[in-house]
């Protein structure tokens, strides 16, 4: 890459990494807090929902937007209703409207993420597409490790602390985003823009792509992965007796895993194998850890298969993110905003599912990320990609 484009994906990745920093630092505080303000469990699954189902819906429509009125400014104002929802969550103890912190936060998310994916796809070539997803999913890695941990720290100053934080760590974001970045591309702003079509016509819409199947992957990866995640300390701590210091060292190495990986040998794998063939790998790579935390007899090798769960995941995901970008022509815009679409239905269900059958059998959630990545994978064995045919 030059000077410029490295400059450029700097930018994205503190853009990236402060957007996901900045949810993750509540982590920590929010069983505590909820419980200081009467609610539990049920409050704390619904905050996560509620965050992925706003993104969901909004991201079609941002998609759009960022292919119409341009990256940079789509890139700033998600930053910006980010920090809004989290000044919202901090100056209120109403459970309501921290529900609507929640819903400002998920469009504040689906407004950033596809404009910066985006954003990606503009000052790349299709050579430098693969590193260049990858590096924006490395800094989404470290800020899944980095923020709950920060979170951890400045709750020692008040159970607040850590909401207030990370506003104003955003308002800096958008500060420095705007003097900082420029538009990759010229906004339309001659075009009419047609009415936002409802998420439902929107998906089946992307049914008709060439990426369709990519797409339908990237659902199903990020359900299996939300269900893992969803029941892991809950497993660990049932099966093998595990303290919260060995859940905290797990996903803190699972996270490093990730972005080193991300960083360092997404790019090196794709060009020697190609796409299609390391979905196919990585897929049965994934399926192969469900299997074996199935039967895992111990917490050491239960967190060696998270740790090959999490390796595969770190690679499907800029993997499939690229293949989408390269597949989506002059509509990055409308193809990233559908690639957030289907990650956060997957967000949505699989905690929702899993929490449900880990109440009827602890094992079943395991068994049935088996079933679905087993079935993903030969599916995407089947399909043809259109880009084996484009130079």
């Not at 901090?90 to 929640?102: A, E, H, N, Q, T």
């Not at 999490?310 to 970008?325: C, G, M």
């Amino acid at each position: 890459m030059t000077q410029d484009q490295k400059k450029k994906m700097f930018i994205l990745m503190v853009n990236m990494f402060i957007a996901i920093g900045s949810f993750g630092i509540i982590i920590p505080i929010l069983p505590a807090y909820l419980i200081s303000i009467g609610q539990g469990g049920k409050a704390a699954g619904l905050m996560l929902s509620i965050f992925a189902g706003a993104q969901l819906i909004m991201s079609p429509i941002a998609g759009k937007w960022a292919d119409k009125y341009g990256r940079r400014v789509m890139i700033i104002a998600g930053l910006s209703v980010l920090a809004l929802s989290m000044f919202v969550f901090y100056f209120s103890d109403s459970i309501g409207v921290l529900y609507l912190s929640r819903v400002i936060g998920g469009v504040g998310a689906a407004l950033l993420v596809p404009a910066i994916f985006a954003y990606v796809a503009d000052i790349t070539t299709m050579d430098q597409r693969a590193k260049g997803n990858s590096l924006i999913s490395a800094s989404m890695s470290l800020g899944i490790v980095i923020g709950p941990g920060i979170g951890g720290f400045l709750a020692d100053f008040g159970l607040k602390m850590p909401l207030l934080v990370s506003a104003i760590v955003g308002v800096f974001a958008v500060v420095f985003s705007a003097f900082m970045l420029k538009e990759s591309r010229v906004a339309k702003v001659d075009a009419p823009l047609k009415k936002p079509e409802p998420m439902v016509i929107e998906i089946a819409q992307s049914v008709k792509k060439p990426y369709f199947i990519p797409l339908v992957i990237t659902l199903v990866m990020s359900f299996g992965l939300m269900a893992y995640e969803s029941v892991l300390g809950l497993f660990v701590d049932n099966q093998f007796g595990a303290s919260p210091k060995d859940i905290a060292v797990m996903v803190t190495s699972t996270g490093i895993i990730s972005v080193i990986i991300q960083v360092f040998a997404v790019d090196r794998v794709v060009r020697r194998f190609g796409e299609n063939a390391v979905l196919n790998i990585f897929l049965g790579v994934a399926a192969l850890g469900f299997l074996l935390s199935i039967i895992a007899p111990s917490y050491i090798l239960f967190f060696g298969v998270t740790m090959i769960i999490f390796l595969a995941t770190s690679i499907l995901r800029p993997v499939l993110t690229t293949l989408i970008s390269k597949l989506a022509g002059e509509e990055q815009g409308f193809a990233m905003g559908m690639n957030n679409a289907y990650m956060s239905i997957g967000n949505v269900l699989g905690p929702l599912l899993a929490g449900v059958l880990y109440d009827v059998q602890i094992l079943y959630p395991f068994i049935l990320g088996l079933i679905v990545l087993a079935g993903t994978m030969f599916l995407s064995m089947k399909w043809k990609s259109p880009r084996e045919t484009v130079v």
